[in-house]
């Protein structure tokens, strides 16, 4: 067998000295507190049911989409799709991506141009800061939730060399946040930074993974609980969270939705999903307008709120971040201790997984509790209770 580069042994030297190697882990029988399938919906039977169903009344007995959606595989599945999600969603256009990597890679690296600045908060998702990077926009990271920060930010990187006022030639500017962190749980200020944007005429950008089917009418996320989905350029909603299944969607206008079409290579040179995908995607979302969507939901949130009412003990609120989302983080410095807590947890039976640096800055590692609809009052307690005596 040929060698393997010395560069990459050292590498993985490095992630195993600092005891961060990454490695697939097996299925278990645990409770679940580690996935993101928040719902239930990714075992959910009427789902899946519904999605046999749609494929047997379009006759559509194919097991993958044969090509790109520019080429082969723009199947009548994804007109009916995307047709749903503007309804669901209330805009204008919606675009499908195979994933909510694809879309954040395919709209950061073509939509910000070379004269253009992106300000993105500084917990942002790799995806993103992949597709800056991608891209040749000049970006600037802004501290977390610090709207201040993000004005200075703006000011300083809109100046001219000689510091004399605002540049003319500077391009289009584009603020990107998350509307609930995958890693802290937290949110935004959503009405200041739209009022910010709105006077300034900048671009905000939104990431709503982790809101979608949590939170707003229908589970539709926080900008619409919030009234305020018409105020922003782009949302990414993504599928494979609390919805159950796979795929991603950029919403936005008509005309961004053209733009995409032509300039994202991330949608451009793939293969499309599979019918099947496409109909799971909308089952999931008929679910999540039905009477059973609107329960489960309930349930959600009532898990959230007897949660937070167990972390006000005093032994556990100074390490939990504060989060009103179905991710609630507790932070234990150290690899080597956040791993040893969550082998523990694992021995009693509750999949609580550790998040390590450099996944999350060094002295910032910990354990992410991420609360289900199926997860009882008694579980929340037992694990909760469990953790205070070890920690």
Same mark, same amino acid.
């Given at each position: ?9 050292v590498k ?12 697939? @882990?097996?299925?278990? @029988? ?6 993101n399938?928040?719902?239930g ?15 047997? +009344? ?35 256009a ?7 990597y ?16 992106? %300000?993105?908060? +500084? ?10 990077r ?7 990271? %802004? ?11 703006c000011e300083?990187?809109y ?14 500017v ?13 949110? @935004? ?18 990431? +709503? ?37 796979h795929?991603?969607?950029i ?38 307008g ?11 949130? +009532? ?5 937070n009412?167990?972390?006000?003990n ?11 989302s ?8 150290g ?33 992410? %509790? ?14 909760m ?7």
């Open positions: 067998m040929e060698q393997f580069p010395e560069k990459l042994l993985l030297s490095e992630r195993k000295d600092n005891n961060a190697l990454r490695s697939l @882990p097996d299925s278990n @029988p645990l409770v679940d507190f580690a996935s399938d928040y719902l919906l990714a075992k959910n039977e009427d789902v899946f049911q519904h999605s046999l169903k749609m494929l047997k +009344e379009y006759d559509f007995i194919r097991n993958g989409a044969s090509g790109s959606r520019l080429l082969s595989g723009n199947h009548i599945l994804y007109t009916e799709l995307e047709k749903k999600l503007c309804d669901f969603y209330e805009v204008e919606a675009l499908v991506f195979n994933s909510g694809d879309a954040n890679i395919g709209f950061f690296s073509s939509v910000p141009q070379r004269s253009d600045i992106v %300000f993105y908060d +500084e917990f942002i998702h790799a995806s993103i800061r992949d597709g800056i991608l891209g040749n926009a000049k970006s600037y990271k %802004f501290k977390h939730n610090d709207l201040g920060d993000l004005i200075k930010k300083d990187g100046t001219t060399p000689s510091g004399q006022g605002l540049s003319q030639n500077a391009g289009e584009y603020i990107v946040t998350e509307s609930v962190f995958s890693m802290d749980g937290d949110s @935004p200020d959503l009405k200041k930074l739209i009022t910010f944007c709105n006077a300034n005429n900048y671009h905000l950008v939104v990431d +709503e993974a982790h809101a979608i089917g949590v939170y707003g009418k229908k589970g539709a996320g926080l900008l619409q609980e919030t009234e305020l989905q018409e105020q922003v350029f782009a949302r990414i909603v993504t599928f494979g969270k609390a919805l159950g299944c795929g991603a969607a919403l936005g206008s008509e005309k961004l939705k053209s733009y995409l079409v032509n300039y994202a290579r991330s949608f451009i040179y793939t293969t499309g999903l599979s019918p099947h995908s496409v109909a799971t995607i909308i089952a999931a979302h008929h679910y999540l039905s009477t059973e969507g609107t329960e489960v939901r309930k349930k959600l949130n +009532e898990n959230i709120e007897f949660l009412q167990k972390l006000k005093p032994n556990l609120k100074l390490k939990f971040i504060a989060s009103n179905a991710i609630h983080c507790c932070k234990i410095k690899n080597d201790k956040v791993k040893r807590v969550s082998k523990s947890l694992q021995e009693k039976g509750f999949d609580v997984k550790p998040i390590l640096s450099p996944t999350v800055p060094k002295g910032e590692e910990r354990l992410r %509790f991420c609360l289900h609809a199926f997860n009882s009052e008694r579980q929340l307690k037992e694990v209770n469990l953790l205070q005596s070890i920690i």
